[in-house]
């Protein structure tokens, strides 16, 4: 018999057991944690919520539930500037043995661009750290390749010159550290060369 048929079986037996002695089968709510880094995230199951300190890799909710109770742990707060999500995170209680959902968190980021002027032919392309972006003639405006987390620094200068043209980036608009948004301000000029 496969492993994966033997837990509904196993939790059976064990919610069977614990009835004939006259107890009831109780389950605690809880699981594994991924990447969180930063402050603020808060689990919910149901009423029953769970701060959880940076750092953690594993959570269990202090409140057990009995068998054939369901549950549903959701993120109630996000942690400062990530995003945390649950799998495994519902189901009734006794269908197995534990509960343990997965939460995953990752770093929000967010895409570096701006604007750009005299652009009259193809053949620019930008770089930031190691990802190029080409940018098409005529274009006014730009979004540079690969997103960038939040915290992190972004740097975008010209990798590789249009033909004819001298383009340049703008001092002071071309790098800084990623906020909580989009950058929509770097900008680049382009000039007969």
């Given amino acids: 018999m496969k492993l994966s048929c033997l837990r509904p079986l196993a939790a059976l037996l064990l919610t069977l057991g614990l009835a004939a002695c006259g107890g009831k089968a109780s389950y605690e709510v809880g699981g594994t944690i991924t990447g969180l880094n930063n402050e603020g995230l808060i689990l919910a199951n149901g009423s ?5 300190p940076a750092g953690k890799t594993a ?49 929000n980021k967010y895409t570096v661009g701006g604007t750009i002027s005299g652009l009259t032919v193809d053949g620019l392309v930008l770089i930031n750290g190691s990802t190029p972006t080409t940018v098409a003639k005529d274009a006014t405006t730009f979004t540079m390749v690969g997103p960038v987390a939040y915290g992190d620094t972004f740097g975008v200068s010209v990798s590789v010159q249009p033909k004819g043209l001298l383009c340049v980036v703008q001092p002071g608009t071309g790098g800084g550290t990623m906020g909580e948004a989009n950058v929509t301000t770097v900008k680049v000029v382009c000039n007969p060369a």
């Fill in 59 to 107: 959570f269990t909710f202090a409140k057990r539930i009995d068998y054939g109770t369901d549950y549903n742990i959701t993120v109630n707060k996000q942690p400062a500037h990530m995003t945390c999500g649950i799998s495994g995170g519902s189901g009734s209680a006794g269908h197995y043995i534990n509960i343990s959902a997965s939460v995953t968190c990752s770093q």
């Fill in 48 to 52: 029953d919520t769970l701060p959880v």
